[in-house]
């Protein structure tokens, strides 16, 4: 759900019952530091993940480097870097063999029950023109809504630029 805390989410999704039925614990009232707010936005927590990561990013490969500063970017909102050019062939076949093994990856899912992947494995380019796409759909919806007339009620249709309403739904509404 979306009121979910983090540490709530966290707590549900450790699998034991006893945790998933606790309530969650109230800091003690005499601390004041933190605000009793959710443990991952505390100073102390943020810093001990940004030195993980610092230990962790450079031990990964040289794609997994560049997926991870990707990302970053993305989620800080800026644009990615071009990627080199390739032959359109080699693009191709490599675009099929991708969608390829997302589909065994899927089916492999399907069968278990269980999605692993929130953009079910597609590839971020690909996640980002599904993103722009709903955001230019959801503004295209709202401005039809604008332009419509007839949401007036009783039947009003638009006619020469005027708003008519026809006799039998005045009589009706009458």
Avoid: C
Avoid at 36 to 64: I, M, Q, S
Avoid at 102 to 127: P, T
Avoid at 145 to 168: C, S, T
């Amino acid at each position: 759900p979306p009121g979910m805390s983090a540490s709530e989410r966290r707590r549900f999704m450790s699998g034991k019952v006893s945790e998933i039925r606790a309530k969650p614990v109230k800091p003690p009232a005499g601390r004041r530091g933190s605000g009793g707010g959710d443990p991952e936005e505390d100073a102390e927590f943020k810093k001990t993940l940004k030195e993980v990561l610092d230990f962790v990013v450079p031990n990964l490969g040289k794609r997994e480097q560049r997926q991870y500063e990707e990302q970053r970017v993305r989620a800080l909102g800026g644009t990615l870097e071009k990627r080199p050019k390739t032959p359109y062939a080699v693009l191709k076949k490599e675009r099929k063999r991708h969608e390829e093994k997302r589909q065994e990856k899927l089916q492999e899912e399907k069968l278990l029950g269980v999605s692993m992947s929130a953009s079910a494995h597609r590839q971020g380019y690909v996640v980002d023109k599904l993103l722009r796409k709903k955001k230019e759909e959801a503004k295209e919806k709202k401005r039809r809504r604008e332009d419509r007339v007839y949401d007036l009620g009783m039947g009003a249709r638009e006619k020469n630029g005027l708003a008519v309403i026809p006799q039998r739904n005045v009589k009706r509404f009458q």
